[in-house]
């Protein structure tokens, strides 16, 4: 942030004056609002805006913008919430623009396999909007976020082993910029190389570079058959190097997720699973009927010989329901672990060689340590979630929880990887961008620069300081 | 390009002597290597460079840099030349930096289906030094281009349509930034969250905000079984058509070419095919063995519904090989219509739902614009070729040719397509970017001026002026 963004206090009053006026019942003040548009969802400090604007276009944003720039006043995208590292807080005040309200769903173009969707539509309020028309949007991070958000976050989830990220989704953005001026990334073309890639540059941007108001979508076609199974494993080595071989092999497999002993036994208790409690691998298959079935049964049999048990698959779609559900719910299922405890949910990405040994070598910082923390991961990505619980009265466990998380960024890093693989930086990874990054911050800097020159957009986000 | 690097000639001399000391006989000023180090594949004017410097290390490119910027010389990065829109000329001189020596596969990584080459490797280098392993890398843009160039104008070609551009298969990037800087552009992680997206933003910058010098790339496996066709339509629209209905129906097609009549008739004489002289569409699959098997008769069973006839796919090496290779040789086949003249081989990429329109207006227009083109076309992706035949002695046929490329690059962007989808910008592409980005040419120009403040990277390409 630039000093000129921590301009008098009255100039910032001014502002919020004529915004107030500008947008009446949809500019709140209100103290519980202003809570609620902050981290909410974790240990992480709630840092409340100055206030919170409801906004329904994009040209609403690029008003606000352009008040905002006059007078240096912070903007704060917002979408649901969501986020896990901050990225919602406002540690210098400001305005938090809520896109909520933008969730109108512009377009489907079943022949193109896309959409276009205002940036506060969630994910499942498209998927509901799309299953008539046998497509799906495939990216599913979990929570139900928006899809401004999951773009600005550069989010993935359980099917981007087949499906990809939203890096690979995003056809194109409107965004609000800096300057007030109003942007598309790119044409509706699947293809371009007509200049620089601004899409995927204000994907991961986390708001700081633009407010992203609207996003054109890659679609799926519902696969004409789905298989899911889950298979015990005698160790998490055996269970990640069973992933690894399946990925080698080629098989397009849709969901390869890896539980540790630790999260089945929470599983096992939350959804009643009866589980054996040993890692597992969940798995999912996508294709024709004849391409699913000679996927399940090859990888049945690199399961079977990395001393895999018990595997079975099934296209029933209640089971398979069941058991997404199941992982689905992990997050819930592990605060049963320690009822009260604070969840510090954290995620970390290598190259897929190294995967079984950085969740090896974490298990066992995680032991040492004493914390409380399952592991669930995306493991045909080489990405993992360490779901830390933890009492946030007491100050030495957060000692030893803080510890933990700078060891495992670390441990990512110096494994060729990188300290959050869909997460985002946010507020609570910055301090690990330097040791990641190095001398490519320099120009992440310059473009930061040249593109928020007042540092009016998310400050405290990202970028060390 | 700003006026600063417009500086005193005898500024330019002293760097030129400068590096002449230092690179001995990899320095040349001699006028035939400066010819064949700017633009010799086409009309565009060839504008050769004050001299060529065959670099061998990163650390050496970073030594160029640094001299470049003390005395505001341009540079130019050169890879095989093979560029089609001027990527490669000087039009404002400079030193073109030449990047074949670096030729190097520094490691291969089959457990993590990806490698690091140095930026002179050529695809063809690539893939003879990988097929002992299994795998291969997919891209391929039709001409043995290296690896840098095809990051540097986010090539794709033929297996786009399954396996993705360079945008999708670049892990990470090593380049030397304007101010001497060497930066890695992420991790080897197959995704992160961590910070803006620099390999998204160097892949198709051309050269223009840094210079690759290494590039991580994602490998796939040699698929288990690979099948191939030809089956000839009634008019494009059908084979359109039964493209985009190949493509909505989930077939994990590999490749999807179209050729048109006058492109058949061309491949007819080159290769002897002995085809129908009528629009056709060569198929290849890729996958196990039956689910290759599956996916043909799938598409056999979509081109029969729309006149396709003849269709015979195979998975014979050698018939698959011939087919193929006529196709790779479209080029030349091409040339053999109209002997002794130029070609100009250009490109658009629409959505696929306007195809079929796209293409139809373009053949009407090239009908009524009496030039002789052929069309091939990725129309799995919604992206086609023209190559204009014409001769350059004819003031007449030059007017008529330019009207007709501003035409197809309008119409492309009119049907929410791309004047480009995957030749690049260049120099020839550079008129139509206004139209096609509008405001979002203001961030572009922006992050070419954070980036490379003196304008030395490659100048005249990609920003209109």
Not at 19 to 39: K, P
Not at 47 to 59: G, H, L, N, R, Y
Not at 315 to 336: I, N, S, V
């Amino acid at each position: 942030m630039t000093v000129s963004a921590l301009r008098m206090e009255s100039d910032r009053a001014a502002a919020l004056d004529i915004l107030a006026a500008r947008f009446g019942s949809r500019f709140s003040r209100g103290a519980e609002i202003r809570r609620q548009h902050a981290n909410t969802v974790n240990w992480m400090a709630n840092q409340p805006p100055d206030a919170v604007i409801f906004v329904t276009s994009t040209e609403e944003v690029a008003e606000i913008v352009r008040v905002a720039v006059a007078h240096h006043v912070p903007l704060i995208p917002f979408g649901t919430g969501t986020g896990l590292e901050g990225h919602v807080n406002a540690p210098f005040g400001g305005i938090s623009v809520d896109l909520s309200q933008m969730n109108r769903i512009v377009a489907v173009r079943p022949e193109d396999l896309d959409c276009t969707v205002e940036a506060g539509v969630t994910r499942r309020q498209l998927n509901e909007h799309l299953r008539d028309q046998g497509l799906f949007f495939p990216i599913d991070p979990g929570a139900d976020a928006s899809l401004g958000g999951m773009a600005a976050t550069r989010a993935s989830g359980t099917n981007a082993v087949r499906y990809g990220t939203m890096r690979d989704n995003v056809v194109n953005l409107t965004a609000v910029m800096a300057d007030g001026s109003v942007i598309r990334t790119a044409s509706r073309a699947r293809k371009s190389s007509a200049g620089y890639d601004l899409t995927r540059l204000l994907v991961g941007s986390e708001g700081t570079l633009g407010i992203i108001t609207e996003v054109t979508l890659r679609l799926a076609g519902i696969p004409e058959a789905m298989s899911a199974g889950v298979c015990a494993f005698p160790s998490v080595d055996d269970a990640c190097n069973a992933t690894i071989l399946t990925i080698q092999s080629g098989i397009p497999i849709a969901r390869i997720e890896l539980l540790d002993t630790l999260m089945i036994r929470a599983t096992n208790a939350f959804a009643g699973l009866g589980l054996p409690e040993t890692p597992h691998l969940f798995v999912e298959f996508h294709g024709s009927a004849a391409s699913v079935e000679e996927q399940a049964a090859l990888f049945g049999e690199i399961a079977a010989s990395f001393g895999g048990g018990g595997y079975q698959s099934t296209t029933r779609p209640e089971e398979r329901t069941k058991l997404w559900q199941a992982r689905h719910d992990a997050y819930f299922a592990a605060r049963g672990l320690r009822p009260g405890a604070q969840v510090i949910a954290t995620d970390a990405c290598v190259p897929i060689s190294r995967l079984a040994e950085c969740v090896h070598e974490t298990i066992a910082d995680i032991a040492e340590t004493g914390l409380i923390a399952p592991i669930v991961g995306h493991v045909g990505d080489g990405n993992f979630h360490v779901q830390v619980m933890i009492d946030t009265d007491n100050a030495e466990e957060i000692r030893a929880a803080e510890g933990f998380l700078a060891r495992l960024s670390k441990r990512a890093i110096g494994m060729e990887g990188t300290c959050t693989g869909e997460h985002g930086v946010g507020q609570g990874k910055r301090r690990y961008l330097e040791l990641e990054h190095g001398p490519a911050l320099a120009p992440m800097r310059a473009i930061k620069a040249a593109l928020d020159p007042l540092g009016i957009l998310n400050p405290g986000k990202i970028l060390p300081d």
